[in-house]
């Protein structure tokens, strides 16, 4: 099975989601945008989807998979689509619909990290919106972060199949997301992760975990793997951040 | 096929969303919060899901369905998996992808019109944030509707199979959530759509296509759709809008 994956190329971003659920399925993929043009990459071939020259399922924007004639756009479903089909989601069919669940909800956290630097909209600059920006980075790292750490600490903790994952009794998208995540939140707010981490042991345990997990260490040790930067969702930004 | 739906009470909201195509599917549900607690109703129903009381598949946040023993949230997921057992959904294997990647999207525009009235957050009451407000909704006004509805007309002009509907050869949840948003932006900014409704004349013929549509038609004369409200996700602030 041969993907096209595409994403904003300088960016780990959303299109990270679904990468890591490709990498630690070993899928063969294309990451396109990131290609020369001279082998069909770049924004040019990223664009031409999403202008609708490429056919009439014109995606609203960036993430989106190309899998033969089927196209699937959006963090989240994309992580989801490909979970479902190599393994990397749960077999029952009640936790297989909650993961779908987790990671959508996980999409609305990295939304919120979005909105953290950019509280006014993704017209205006951050340095346009550097005081609204601290406001909304007050009551993110108080209220939302531990809220959202908290509900899967508690699905962690109570999962009765097999407590080291989010749902099921295996490694699914569900916990590369949060995973992710993770690394994210504690890349942009050092001061608040640190502080608060040890509240949470399951979710530690199991970002250790997938470090670890062969397809992903690999994937994480190679030059694919993108740093997290200011230019992508998750961003350091020392006035943001506070104990 | 018997349905347990939870979402607020008091406001149309998110949980419109799937409501709109249990109606439309003439499925058999209950709308828990909105029964009396003494027939197993009421806000306790509901908290009692997301405190993990009635098992561990706790969701995040309202809305969420249950069916059997499988939990369902995130609106737009609940939407696709009501769409896709109730043929509301398009066939093609293709179609039927896209069409959830539409429903996802129309999610992500209906929490920038939350925005719109927080954009510090949900934390701070509207009037503890309406310089901000402001300066969101002009961005959203005047950049972000037209970003919006234009991909959507798009959709439904270039629908190679009926360019009735966004996607496919049918009636689908996708095009449920496109006319339940189309009438909240009505509500909460009729001046800028009064501006610009006449640049989507598919999207209207759309709407005016699934408000004719029977059991819609019927849902929408009784008693159980609520109106748009200031509490809700629409709102009409005048403040926030202009031509």
Redo the contacts between chains.
């Keep these: 099975m041969n993907y096209d994956l595409y994403y904003w190329p300088m960016i780990p971003g959303r299109g990270e989601y679904p990468r890591l659920v490709l990498e630690a399925a070993e899928a063969h993929y294309r990451d396109v945008a990131r290609l020369p043009e001279s082998e069909g990459g770049g924004m040019k071939a990223m664009k031409a989807f999403l202008s ?1 020259e490429r056919g ?6 960036p993430p ?1 998979l190309v899998d033969g ?6 963090a ?2 994309i992580a989801a ?1 490909v979970g479902e089909k190599h393994g990397l989601a749960p077999l029952m ?3 297989r ?2 993961a ?2 987790i990671a ?2 996980t999409a ?1 956290l990295v ?1 919120e990290v979005h ?1 953290v630097h950019h ?3 993704s ?2 600059y951050y340095e346009d919106q550097k005081p ?1 920006a601290k ?2 980075a007050e ?2 790292r108080n ?2 972060i531990p809220k ?1 750490l908290g ?1 899967y600490e ?2 962690l903790t ?3 199949e097999e407590p080291d994952f989010l ?1 099921g009794d295996r490694l699914t998208y569900a916990d590369l997301g949060l995973f992710q995540t993770w690394l994210g939140l504690e890349y942009a707010f050092p001061k608040r992760m640190g502080n608060i981490a040890g509240d949470y042991p399951k979710i530690r345990a199991l970002v250790e975990q997938v470090s670890r997990h062969g397809p992903v260490a690999a994937y994480l040790a190679s030059d694919r793997r993108m740093a997290f930067n200011e230019d992508g969702i998750f961003r350091h930004y020392r006035e943001l951040d506070a104990e």
Tied chains: 1, 2.
């Excluded at 004639?69 to 959006?74: H, L």
């Design positions: 609708g009439h399922l014109a995606p609203f924007a989106f004639d089927i196209i699937v756009s959006q989240a479903e689509y069919e009640a936790d619909q909650f779908r669940s959508f909800t609305d939304k909105d509280p006014l909209g017209g205006l609204e406001r909304y009551g993110f209220e939302r959202f509900w508690r699905l109570s999962n009765p749902v």
